[in-house]
């Protein structure tokens, strides 16, 4: 998408102010499309195996997203050359129910939707829950650009008795813990992470594209409640900056993940992570 689609708000001058973060992993000048990526985070903790958000799935028809319409993707691949098995996964968090962070909760069997990893526990936030279900569709910003997702992508584990649902916060372990950060959906989450001296961010949707570190007012047009998502991002930007929390969302592309820093009234990134480009 281009700066103007992606983020209504922004001005042309903010992108070539920044220019020097953005190009040309995050945007491109000469086109003006921003890039982005869809990441799906997978940790062990007390030793249990945990998927953060399962990604864009495959085999799945988005009427209204043709980017995420029956792709094929090696997702399941990429889990076993790390060594995982659907069957190994102890626990799905889902950050909130949008198309890209679901997809993967399910895997088409015949005709039918199934779970993909059948001895999971799937984490939802309650007020995505309910808020996406199919005849609440028309009272949203994003409409229909979620539909089906219920459908094929959350109704289906929770008829197989999988879902755990939760409210403001949760504690998963001594390392991991649920916070709600509402805003870009009404239930969309991040994960605090703090073990042994070390503290990440996994931080969903709370963001979609670098220019936001520094100019944190800007949405993009994905945005349930603006208003919320800007109270939401600046409260979890503070912290991490205050803590040194590795900031992980899920849409960053280059490195992908990044550490903090403040900037007079704002922020600034303070390094990006070691981790291969996207």
Known sequence: MTTDVFFPDSEREEWHRHRELLAPHHWDPETDLTRAATQSWVLRSEGRTIVIDTGAGSDKYRPLQPIWSYLK????ANLAAVGIRPEDVDLVVNTHLHDDHVGWNTRLEGRDWVPTFPNATYLM????????????????VFGRGNQNVFEDSVEPVAEAGLVELWDESYVIDGNLRLEATPGHTPGASVIHLDSAGDRAIFAGDLLHGAIQVREPHLNSCFEEDEAAARVSR??????????????????????????LRREGRGFDIAAWAPFSRT
């Open 125 to 140: 936030p309650r007020a995505d829950f309910t808020y996406w279900k199919p005849e609440n569709l028309h009272r949203t």
């Open 234 to 259: 600046a409260r979890m930007f503070a912290r991490a900056a205050d803590t040194g929390a590795l900031v992980l969302p899920a849409h960053i592309p280059g490195h992908g993940a990044f550490e």
């Open 73 to 76: 993707t090696d997702y399941l």
